[in-house]
């Protein structure tokens, strides 16, 4: 079994930063493509930045420049850097990750979703 738990939301004012990390704990043989997704109140989910197993990175417009997503291959972590929060990115964040999982047949690839951590920035 395999989960994905995220944390480092709350709440911060406009130009401030938070930082939030997504552990992959489990039965893992290895974390491939990472992303991160938010969901404001009543709205849909935005991808908002992803990162290969190698690194390389994309974002949505809407936070780059702002943001940076990285990773620990080592200790299965992954990170999103989110400075000069301003209120509209207010949302419930949540991390995605293609992951090998070990199972009694083998490694299986297999998506997970973290459970979400909220970010609230206040004008």
């Known amino acids: 079994q395999v989960q994905l738990v995220e944390s480092g939301g709350g709440l911060v004012q406009a130009g401030e930063s938070l930082r939030l990390s997504c552990a992959v704990v489990?039965?893992?043989?290895?974390?491939?493509?990472v992303t991160w997704f938010r969901q404001p109140p009543g709205k849909q989910r935005d991808l908002v930045a992803t990162?290969?197993?190698?690194?390389?990175?994309d974002y949505a417009d809407f936070v780059k420049g702002r943001f940076t997503i990285s990773r620990d291959n080592d200790k299965n972590m992954m990170f999103l850097q989110m400075n000069n929060l301003q209120p509209d990115d207010t949302a419930v964040y949540y991390c995605?990750?293609?992951?090998?999982?070990?199972?009694?047949?083998?490694?299986?690839?297999?998506?997970?979703w973290g459970q979400g951590t909220q970010v609230t920035v206040s004008a």
């Open positions: 995605n990750a293609h992951v090998m999982e070990i199972t009694d047949k083998g490694s299986v690839s297999r998506i997970y």
């Open positions: 489990g039965s893992v043989d290895s974390v491939n493509t």
């Open positions: 990162i290969t197993f190698g690194g390389i990175t």
